[in-house]
């Protein structure tokens, strides 16, 4: 059973950054599309980026220019680097797997953009 780990969350300012960790428990990472989603109080999980395993990237309209998703295969770790975060990206984010039965839904890490 994969495990996932989000971190580096937090409280910043709008126009801010932050850069989210997702480390996956097994080496089937490296062999996935990855994804990071988020939810936000009263809405349903969104897909804001995912990465294919031979790197290629693609982002919802939302967070195209300030969003940036890459991966470390070596370390099964996944990227969120979020810069000009507006209030709007105030969520929980997540971590996950694109295709087919998706692994068991980590804690996920709070990001909450607010002056």
């Known amino acids: 059973q994969v495990q996932l780990v989000e971190s580096g969350g937090g409280l910043v300012q709008p126009g801010g950054s932050l850069r989210l960790s997702c480390v996956a428990s097994?080496?089937?990472?490296?062999?996935?599309?990855m994804g990071w989603y988020r939810q936000a109080p009263g809405k349903v999980r969104e897909l804001v980026a995912h990465?294919?395993?031979?790197?290629?990237?693609i982002y919802v309209d939302s967070v195209k220019g300030r969003f940036t998703i890459s991966r470390d295969n070596a370390k099964n770790t996944v990227y969120l680097q979020m810069n000009s975060l507006k209030p709007e990206d105030t969520a929980v984010y997540y971590c996950?797997?694109?295709?087919?039965?998706?692994?068991?839904w980590g804690q996920g890490t709070q990001v909450t953009v607010s002056s």
């Open positions: 996950n797997k694109l295709d087919g039965p998706l692994w068991p």
């Open positions: 097994a080496s089937v990472f490296s062999s996935n599309e």
């Open positions: 990465i294919g395993t031979s790197g290629y990237t």
